[in-house]
């Protein structure tokens, strides 16, 4: 897979200075229409060998273009909001908005690189944390975000030489630590742990380009001219040509007249006496529990969907009645914000996701997809049928993350429906 | 200033029952418009002595309304994100939007009380910390916000008995801790700093309601109601009465034509060759200064206004030229989103500001409040005339927080101007 780039690629002086003004006069022109555009997000990864130049080609590239339209991330260190939520929070965090440049200096492959590398993780562990990238990889490039990801290589050799003069040039020596020169011994294992990698989320949506990092203007100029490329088709691609791919609906076609929600008994009643004995109770533990020392370290996640007018928001106040002010929060689900507008969809559920120790209580969710924008014919058939999947990604993520998902679908008949809409 | 808390106001079981029932109607009806009105946002701060219901009441105030449409917050130990920010950002991310309601429970008052308390600030300090809240909350009255400041109060004796009665009760033992009767040992200090800070704060914008605090039934009804008609009375008043109050301008009329701008000399020139020896000495420096460890305990706010084509971008670019892209963030100030539409002006700057060992450096700025805003007339006099002074104040939160400040105006001639608008 890296044998292409151990090739001695390299550009002449000459040959950069002459070819520059043109790639960068283009580079910037593709940028403004993108920001004209506001179509779509372009998510770039720059990944790579210790030595490759990864640090000098984000430089490179907000030189090159307007940095006033990139932003640029290297995530290091989590901060404590960020270790309160699921890993892939922060990224989600920080995702660019249509029309705009979001580099990635260190992305979420690092972590499960280095996890398999430092033996924290075994083999199966790494394949299926791939799996999961290849999952949001191709949530975002359904949502219509293009994903450009890089890896600079370099083979042992080149590495070892490109350390010893950066350590030999008083200017650069600061750069080079200890940690580099324990990385590069194990160069071998690190080569076979990133190849699988590779390979394995080198996908349709979101495939590797993999560049030869020791000569500095054939890394740059490789990775300028592919931007470029990847851009400009897209940005000239026909308005119509949809990006998302429509799979088989995972829904088995109505046959016959059975279904949970036909089944369910609308009559059920409780006494008011009854309930009122029975509300106190269970606030009172509900109440009880979440004092407990231990409720520090989970999150809970409610979900209410249902027919208007089945009562998603009274039931929800009888919760809280049972809560802390100080622990809870109740989202809204209302039409998204245009900040919201300019992201995946999910990312406006991701931005309300709680810290330890809280609730969060959708009052309508991310299920909106599925039913009113479905039904209303606000999204396409190829997203709605997608976002069943993409939701379960989703929740998994909540679930490993400690996080307590109860979701619940309050239903009343139709008639009962149009008696409390006349009450009303 | 306590002393008509201590009067043993107490209600009825009666009467509670025979007013709740319209107090609720009446409160949820009022969020309601509100919500509708989308206008403004009320921030509601819930202060006061230890035992005298904080909680409770935020609990019953979030039961009696629509808790979908409020959010409450104890902000308690910062975040280390918290942290690398001035103080206030805090208070700040969290402000609710126009429509909402906001509590705060643990408040910007908190701080300042109890450093003075314990004897870590100085009396002096109190005081000026005090005069910076009022400016705050001047602002915020300023740009919309309806402030609601409550004061649960208890008399020493009140406050006694309380403990002494929840540490009786099994149910509520738990929540007496140690520190609740270490406090109690200076109560009398306590009411001493709170007066004193309250009787500061209690302006006509954001006046402190006291409310004695020992019988839960009057607490309640007396909050609700202060809350009910200061909601009422805003919603209800016509459209056009407007909130901010008109300061004198701080700005000398115009008298002759002598000012900065004119005695700039706009023929100074540099050399291609000395320029660019220049550029790469100071972006080399530049480089190395950010490079130091004592670099990454600051943070840096560059601001760039001036003419357009007086080359606010191609200046930026020379910088970041100069940086590495791990380590800056270029803020172009484009129109606001809707978000920011239902925020403080100054809300998208302080969303904005760099975490430590990080530039900020902002294409045009919270100056165009006194510059675009004000000539093309997008905000009103009292509106532009008061943004001198929140800048101070906002310039000054920077500053105390060892983030460096610089701004930048870029001035070009009139016909310099024209020949580039004819060039592009």
């Given at each position: 897979m890296f044998e292409s780039a151990e090739l001695g690629h390299a550009i002449s002086k000459a040959t950069y200075k002459k070819e520059l003004p043109l790639l960068r006069e283009e580079l910037l022109a593709a940028q403004y229409d993108l920001l004209k555009q506001a179509d779509f997000p372009v998510i770039l990864l720059i990944s790579?060998?210790?030595g490759a130049g990864k640090g000098e080609t984000v430089n490179v590239l907000n030189e090159w273009m307007d940095p006033r339209h990139i932003e640029t991330h290297a995530l290091d260190i989590p901060s404590s909001?960020?270790?309160?939520?699921?890993p892939m929070w922060?990224?989600?965090?920080?995702?660019?908005?249509?029309g705009k440049i979001g580099i990635f200096f260190r992305s979420w492959y690092s972590d499960p690189i280095s996890a398999a590398l430092q033996r924290k993780a075994k083999n199966s562990e790494l394949d299926q944390r791939m799996e999961r990238i290849i999952r949001f990889e191709k949530m975002l490039a359904d949502e219509g975000a293009l994903i450009l990801k890089f890896w600079l290589h370099l083979s042992k050799e080149s590495q070892r030489k490109r350390l010893k003069d950066l350590e030999k040039d008083p200017a650069t020596r600061w750069r080079i630590t200890e940690r580099d020169w324990k990385n590069f011994k194990i160069y071998d294992r690190f080569r076979t742990v990133a190849e699988h990698a590779l390979r394995q989320s080198s996908t349709p949506e979101a495939p590797w380009t993999i560049i030869e990092g020791s000569d500095p203007r054939y890394r740059y100029l490789a990775v300028g001219k592919a931007i470029l490329q990847a851009l400009?088709?897209?940005?000239?691609?026909?308005?119509n040509s949809s990006h998302a791919t429509l799979s088989l609906p995972?829904?088995?076609?109505?046959?016959?007249t059975l279904s949970v929600l036909n089944r369910l008994d609308l009559s059920l009643k409780l006494g008011k006496k009854k309930y009122e004995e029975a509300l106190e109770k269970y606030q009172g533990r509900l109440n009880l529990l979440t004092r407990e020392a231990a409720f520090r370290k989970i999150s809970v996640v409610l979900v209410f969907e249902g027919l208007d007018a089945a009562g998603k928001g009274s039931t929800i106040r009888r919760i809280t009645a049972g809560l802390d002010a100080r622990h809870y929060r109740v989202i809204p689900t209302a039409a998204p914000t245009d900040e919201e507008r300019a992201q995946p969809y999910l990312w406006r559920f991701w931005r309300n996701l709680p810290r330890l120790g809280r609730f969060a209580i959708f009052d309508r969710s991310w299920y909106g997809r599925v039913l009113v924008?479905?039904?209303e014919g606000y999204c396409s058939p190829a997203d709605w049928n997608r976002a069943y999947g993409e939701i379960n990604d989703f929740e998994e993520q909540l679930i490993r993350n400690r996080t307590i998902v109860l979701k619940f679908w309050l239903q009343i008949s139709r008639e009962e429906q149009l008696r409390r809409f006349k009450e009303r």
């Amino acid at each position: 897979m890296f044998e292409s780039a151990e090739l001695g690629h390299a550009i002449s002086k000459a040959t950069y200075k002459k070819e520059l003004p043109l790639l960068r006069e283009e580079l910037l022109a593709a940028q403004y229409d993108l920001l004209k555009q506001a179509d779509f997000p372009v998510i770039l990864l720059i990944s790579g060998v210790d030595g490759a130049g990864k640090g000098e080609t984000v430089n490179v590239l907000n030189e090159w273009m307007d940095p006033r339209h990139i932003e640029t991330h290297a995530l290091d260190i989590p901060s404590s909001e960020e270790l309160e939520r699921p890993p892939m929070w922060r990224y989600w965090r920080v995702l660019p908005p249509k029309g705009k440049i979001g580099i990635f200096f260190r992305s979420w492959y690092s972590d499960p690189i280095s996890a398999a590398l430092q033996r924290k993780a075994k083999n199966s562990e790494l394949d299926q944390r791939m799996e999961r990238i290849i999952r949001f990889e191709k949530m975002l490039a359904d949502e219509g975000a293009l994903i450009l990801k890089f890896w600079l290589h370099l083979s042992k050799e080149s590495q070892r030489k490109r350390l010893k003069d950066l350590e030999k040039d008083p200017a650069t020596r600061w750069r080079i630590t200890e940690r580099d020169w324990k990385n590069f011994k194990i160069y071998d294992r690190f080569r076979t742990v990133a190849e699988h990698a590779l390979r394995q989320s080198s996908t349709p949506e979101a495939p590797w380009t993999i560049i030869e990092g020791s000569d500095p203007r054939y890394r740059y100029l490789a990775v300028g001219k592919a931007i470029l490329q990847a851009l400009r088709s897209r940005l000239d691609a026909p308005e119509n040509s949809s990006h998302a791919t429509l799979s088989l609906p995972p829904i088995i076609p109505k046959i016959d007249t059975l279904s949970v929600l036909n089944r369910l008994d609308l009559s059920l009643k409780l006494g008011k006496k009854k309930y009122e004995e029975a509300l106190e109770k269970y606030q009172g533990r509900l109440n009880l529990l979440t004092r407990e020392a231990a409720f520090r370290k989970i999150s809970v996640v409610l979900v209410f969907e249902g027919l208007d007018a089945a009562g998603k928001g009274s039931t929800i106040r009888r919760i809280t009645a049972g809560l802390d002010a100080r622990h809870y929060r109740v989202i809204p689900t209302a039409a998204p914000t245009d900040e919201e507008r300019a992201q995946p969809y999910l990312w406006r559920f991701w931005r309300n996701l709680p810290r330890l120790g809280r609730f969060a209580i959708f009052d309508r969710s991310w299920y909106g997809r599925v039913l009113v924008e479905r039904v209303e014919g606000y999204c396409s058939p190829a997203d709605w049928n997608r976002a069943y999947g993409e939701i379960n990604d989703f929740e998994e993520q909540l679930i490993r993350n400690r996080t307590i998902v109860l979701k619940f679908w309050l239903q009343i008949s139709r008639e009962e429906q149009l008696r409390r809409f006349k009450e009303r």
